[in-house]
Antibody, heavy 119, light 107 residues
């Protein structure tokens, strides 16, 4: 069974750092892209970035370039999304998602990680 | 970067109605267009890939069409379980931009 399992909800203060994870299982995710999608409360889906687990090649949305960092550990088929200094405006649900094979959109989705940033 | 514009942003229709949602790309994307359904409080679900390929298990009342810059998602007979927000997404090259979403409600 194909699964993307994300780390649990986080409550942080402004200025704190954070790294959330997305572990893939069920097939060879190292050959495909894993992406991150933000959904702010009551708002739409925003594509943030992609990472290729096989070689950690990355692509960022201009809106998120420099604001977050994506990384991956191929040995544990896990992708990460991290912030060095959180802001209240980072409060959102974050989804990871992956494609079933090259050239496809997001076939599989994680359950989401809620990040709340509040003083 | 290519922008994706959906319309309408919301609609209300009766059970059994035919519903059409459009998605326009600011530049051509061939058929690299996906449609997702997100029910309230749930994870998005892929409905259609390659502009018109229905995913396994998706009811046949859903269909997609278009190529280049103009795309359409159609629900041929709206059902109560179709209440959701629908998003288009381009995936020919990064960024894989989403449309802003269309909220579908029952009248």
């Amino acid at each position: 069974e194909v699964q993307l399992v994300q780390s649990g909800a986080e409550m942080k203060k402004p200025g704190e750092s954070l790294k959330i994870s997305c572990q893939a299982s069920g097939y060879s995710f190292t050959n495909y892209w894993i992406g991150w999608v933000r959904q702010m409360p009551g708002k739409g889906l925003e594509w943030m970035a992609l990472i290729f687990l096989g070689d950690s090649d990355t692509r960022y949305s201009p809106s998120f370039q420099g604001q977050v960092t994506i990384s991956a550990d191929k040995s544990i088929t896990t992708a990460f999304l991290q912030w060095s200094s959180l802001r209240a405006s980072d409060t959102a649900m974050y989804y990871c998602a992956s494609q079933e094979r090259r050239g496809r959109p997001f076939d599989f989705w994680g359950q989401g990680t809620m990040v709340t940033v509040s003083s | 970067d290519i922008q994706m514009t959906q319309s309408p942003s919301s609609l209300s229709a009766s059970v059994g109605d035919r519903v059409t949602i459009t998605c326009r790309a600011s530049q051509g994307i061939n058929s690299y267009l996906a449609w997702y359904q997100q029910k309230p409080g749930k994870v998005p679900k892929l409905l259609i890939s390659a502009a018109s390929t229905l995913q396994s298990g998706v009811p046949s009342r859903f269909s997609g069409s278009g190529s280049g810059t103009d795309f359409t998602l159609t629900i041929s007979s709206l059902q109560p379980e179709d209440v959701a927000t629908y998003y288009c997404q381009k995936y020919n090259s990064a960024p894989w931009t989403f449309g802003q979403g269309t909220k579908v409600e029952i009248k």
